[in-house]
Antibody, heavy 120, light 106 residues
Framework: EVQLVESGGGLVQPGGSLKLSCAAS????????MHWFRQASGKGLEWVGR??????????TYDESVKGRFTISRDDSQNTVYLQMNSLKTEDTAVYYC???????????WGQGTLVTVSS | DIQMTQSPSNLSASVGDRVTITCRAS??????LAWYQQKPGKAPKLLIY???SLESGVPSRFSGSGSGTEFTLTISSLQPDDFATYYC????????FGQGTKVEIK
């Protein structure tokens, strides 16, 4: 079964850090670009960033709203992608999803999501 | 940035109805458009890619059309399992979503 499972969410104070993980199974992880998205409560979906595969030198791209604060990395030996979030702001509060960019260029599957709450 | 605008934002319909949701891009995105279904507390699910290609396993009552800046998602006969929020997403230049269309029971 093709599956993504996120972990690492929680409550953090403004200015703090948190690292999310997304474990993949059921597909060739090493050949896939992996993305992170987020969704604030009651709001729409927002793209956060991407890490490409080894043949593209693990290139990363980020939305302007998180550039310089968030870092995406991957460990192909562990079939896992990470989202390191630093200098967190209250507006970063959201459910964070990882997703595989498939051969269609659309996103499937998605993980179940992990909630990040930034509050004092 | 490419902006995506969906209409309507909310839609009330009955089981068996034909439902159409529209998505407009602020500039041409060719056919690089996907549609997703999201239920409360769940992750989005891919329905349609490349504007009109049905994802494997998705019921044939779902269909997509359009190119350039105007796109539609049609559900030919609404079923109880289809009450959800639907999002369009462009992937021509980076990745942006419409604001969503919530399909509710009439």
């Amino acid at each position: 079964e093709v599956q993504l499972v996120e972990s690492g969410g929680g409550l953090v104070q403004p200015g703090g850090s948190l690292k999310l993980s997304c474990a993949a199974s059921g597909f060739t992880f090493s050949g896939s670009a992996m993305h992170w998205f987020r969704q604030a409560s009651g709001k729409g979906l927002e793209w956060v960033g991407r890490v490409r595969s080894k043949i593209y030198n693990y290139a990363t791209t980020y939305d302007e709203s998180v550039k310089g604060r968030f870092t995406i990395s991957r460990d192909d030996s562990q079939n896992t992608v990470y989202l390191q979030m630093n200098s967190l702001k209250t507006e970063d509060t959201a459910v964070y999803y990882c997703a595989r960019q498939g051969y269609t260029q659309a996103f499937d599957p998605w993980g179940q999501g992990t909630l990040v709450t930034v509050s004092s | 940035d490419i902006q995506m605008t969906q209409s309507p934002s909310n839609l009330s319909a009955s089981v068996g109805d034909r439902v159409t949701i529209t998505c407009r891009a602020s500039q041409s995105i060719s056919s690089y458009l996907a549609w997703y279904q999201q239920k409360p507390g769940k992750a989005p699910k891919l329905l349609i890619y490349k504007a009109s290609s049905l994802e494997s396993g998705v019921p044939s009552r779902f269909s997509g059309s359009g190119s350039g800046t105007e796109f539609t998602l049609t559900i030919s006969s609404l079923q109880p399992d289809d009450f959800a929020t639907y999002y369009c997403q462009q992937y021509n230049s980076y990745w942006t979503f419409g604001q969503g269309t919530k399909v509710e029971i009439k």
